[in-house]
């Protein structure tokens, strides 16, 4: 391990002791435990150093380490493990800060390949073990922009979790990370690598429904009180000022903990950038347009009261200079569809519209009721497998969801999270990247970084 290591709190060391004796125990046994170092203090690491990347030959075995895995980055491993003969590819690390999660998981994948991955609770430990060539990594979006950068400094690609930032200026970072170290980085919008939706984009792109002038992204997704639940200790298994990274500190509260934290604007973009950005990435794709020069947002938290902070409804519109508009709508509670659809797109062009809803989309041409012949489903979710060839071939190119584009689609997200929050119409430069004449507004595009876990002005 590169840098000096400081001795923990006793809290902590009981911390590691703990994970450490409940790591033996794990069916995978002592060859487990021996593979692992568990760390329980967020200052025991530095930040990864610049390191040279590993070349992985056409036919040698690529490495692959997965951080964060209790919702999303169970998906992760399931792909990686579907593909481990077909891509030659192996699970060789795994990093989560509650030790129960990460503890299941190194067991599972023992039992399932017979060699179980090495495990930290620590990403920056991680980062420096030179045998690992990629990771994965699914983390509260806090910290995507972090994780990824300093895997970019370490020779590591990276296949990131949308969205990829937690704000508009982390996503710029995140590309000059990946071109300043020459990584392949990927963004988990997944309808990149989906068969049925790259041929509607390339209907729409080839004139089918004329000259779109609009789209919308719908997100109705039914979302329940969270209730309140009081401060409480940290659980002894839980590393929680690793988990709050760069966030503010503050007392533990499973309210804000697994998967509730995206309801909190410290750790979550709302469900715009939870849900929604998947179909944002889809809308602006299919506009093939970048940043717009307008943002208005209007919304709430409706329906109950609960500790819960960001909308629950929202609709935001964007326009470009052009006047073309993408209209996105969240509805948290009960709701009609819209053609059929609660979580998907439409697009309106001057001789008709299309519908997409999932893998499949649908042709209405004029005044007519009933749609055109049309795609159903094709090829299934191959994204990762996507990303695992590109890192192979170091082709920037062969990935369906490059970091830039991932950076431009979360953008327009978090535009839309400040003109709510700030509860006024915005004029943005896509040139800079800034809010126009607005300083207000552009605080929002940046945070105050808790140390160490600050996303550098220079990569």
Sequence with gaps: ???????????????????????????????????????????????????????????????????????????????????????????????????????????EIGEKTGKAPIAETDVRRLLDNDSIDAITTATPDHWH???????????????????????????????????????IVQTGTQNRSNGGVRKAMELLHQGAIGEVYM???????????????????????????????????RPFNENRFHYNWHWFWDYGTTDMGNQGIHQMDIARWGLNKGLPIKVNGVGGRFGYKDQGETPNTQVT?????????????VRGRWTNDESGVRVGNLFYGSD?????????????????????????????????????KAVRSRKREDLTADVFEGHLSSALCHMGNVSYRLGRKLIFDPKTERFVNDDEANTYLTRVYREPFVVPETV
């Excluded at 109705?220 to 969270?226: A, L, T």
């Excluded at 989309?361 to 996507?386: C, M, T, W």
């Design 145 to 183: 922009a972090l994780v990824t950068i300093w895997a970019c400094q370490a020779g590591k690609d990276v296949y990131v979790e949308k969205p990829v930032s937690h704000n508009v200026s982390e996503g710029r970072k995140m590309i000059e990370a990946s071109r300043k170290y020459n990584r």
């Design 215 to 249: 789209a919308r992204a719908l997100c109705y997704k039914q979302r329940d009180s969270i209730g309140f639940k009081p401060d409480a200790e940290t659980p002894p298994y839980v590393h929680y000022d690793l988990w709050l990274g760069a966030a503010p500190k």
């Design 1 to 107: 391990m590169r840098g000096a290591q400081k001795r923990g709190t006793a809290r902590e060391v009981t911390m590691n002791r703990i994970g450490r004796r409940r790591f033996i125990r794990t069916s995978a046994g002592a060859a487990v435990a021996s593979a692992a170092t568990l760390t329980g203090c967020a200052t025991t690491a530095t930040a990864p150093q610049p390191q040279p990347s590993r070349v992985v030959g056409a036919n040698e075995r690529l490495r692959v380490a997965v951080v964060g895995f209790r919702g999303q980055g169970s998906s992760h491993i399931n792909q990686l493990l579907g593909l481990q003969q077909n891509l030659n590819v192996e699970i060789a690390g795994l990093c989560d800060v509650d030790e129960r999660v990460l503890m299941a998981k190194v067991k």
């Design 352 to 388: 008709g519209y299309m519908v997409i809803d999932g893998s499949s989309y649908r042709i209405f041409r004029g005044d007519k009721k009933e749609p055109e012949p049309s795609q159903g489903a094709l090829e299934g979710d191959v994204h990762i497998a996507n990303f695992l």
């Design 317 to 329: 519109t964007f326009e470009y200079d052009d006047g073309v508009q993408l209209v996105f709508e």
